[in-house]
């Protein structure tokens, strides 16, 4: 749920879309922040655009790494890779990475990391002023020919456990039995709720069908 317009990124899904005003929809995998260093969440835009960028380190970076360079220069030692934009929160940026690996990953200082061809592609067709949604959404949910599914993903805490620990703790997905009564409208007597528990005990973000066959 979230604003068809400009960029709108779901932090628990890690995925960015881009909803061109004329055209189709393009959909990305990202990085985002690390525990204690969150993405937010709300609204901004699009305010500059930088190819081969050079890295102001932040000040945060600097006090966890004294000895770090307080610039780094376009080149493969450059973390935002080879195109940057440039978000109105200030220090927020949507950039490419040199490290590939923290793609799909809760890994940034709060910055959008994104595999080099995505962020080109964006570079090369969002214009300044694009507007930017941020929204931490777990599940996602649709009704399509009569069949309803839902999508689920792990919360920040349980992405933070998997990293430390390769498994996360069961939790429930705040709001989502109102969420399913709302999208489900005349659905509602066909949903299974078993298999609503089961895809929320996963967390795996593979979409799974949540209502019964309908009877004859």
């Keep these: 749920e979230g604003p068809r317009e400009g960029l709108l990124l779901n932090l ?4 960015l879309y881009y909803f061109p005003p004329n055209g189709q929809l393009r959909t990305f995998a990202i990085g985002i922040g690390a525990e204690g260093k969150t993405t937010p969440l709300g609204r901004t835009s699009v305010v500059r655009k930088q190819k081969d960028p050079t890295w102001y380190v932040p000040k945060s970076i600097l006090k966890e790494e004294p000895d770090h360079k307080k610039i780094v220069m376009p080149g493969p030692e450059n973390p935002l890779g080879k195109h940057a934009l440039y978000l109105k929160w200030p220090g927020y940026l949507i950039h490419g990475t040199n ?3 923290a793609i799909g990953r809760r890994a940034s200082h709060g910055c959008i990391n994104m595999y080099p061809e995505g962020v080109a592609f964006l570079f090369d067709h969002v214009t300044i002023g694009t507007p930017m949604t941020v929204v931490n959404q777990e599940a996602k949910l649709a009704a399509i020919d009569g069949t309803l599914y ?4 792990m919360n920040g805490d349980q992405a933070d456990q998997i990293e430390a620990t390769g498994k996360f703790d069961p939790a429930p997905v705040p709001g989502l039995a109102a969420r399913i009564d709302k999208v489900a409208g005349e659905l509602g007597p066909r949903v299974d709720w078993d298999a609503v528990l089961t895809a929320v ?10 209502t019964k066959e309908a009877r004859a």
């Design 99 to 101: 490290l590939p690996d």
């Design 201 to 210: 005990q996963r967390r795996d973000g593979i979409p799974v069908r949540i």
């Design 150 to 153: 839902l999508q689920v993903h």
């Design 12 to 15: 628990p899904e890690q995925r």
